[in-house]
């Protein structure tokens, strides 16, 4: 379970957490994240827009536009 609520610090933990359960001996750290945001065009075609997440806010932002989308 990944929590929506924190900040870029705590989800690249979160995300080293998964990483380690997944991958036990060839688990590495994060050090970027990446999120390719959904948007749909006025024609109802469907575009990923690669965001990368540089503070708190990015983090905040991901959530939201996933939020719309789910």
Not at 9 to 23: E, T, V
Not at 58 to 65: E, G, L, P, R, Y
Request: glycine content about 8%; hydrophobic content about 40%.
């Amino acid at each position: 379970m990944v929590c929506v609520d924190v900040t870029l610090s705590g989800l690249k933990d979160q995300l080293n957490k998964i990483n380690g359960r997944l991958n036990h001996e060839d688990a590495i750290m994060m050090d970027n994240v990446k999120y390719h945001h959904m948007s749909i065009d006025s024609d109802g075609h469907v575009q990923f827009t690669l965001m990368k997440l540089q503070g708190d806010d990015d983090v905040i932002t991901m959530f939201f536009a996933f939020g719309q989308y789910s």
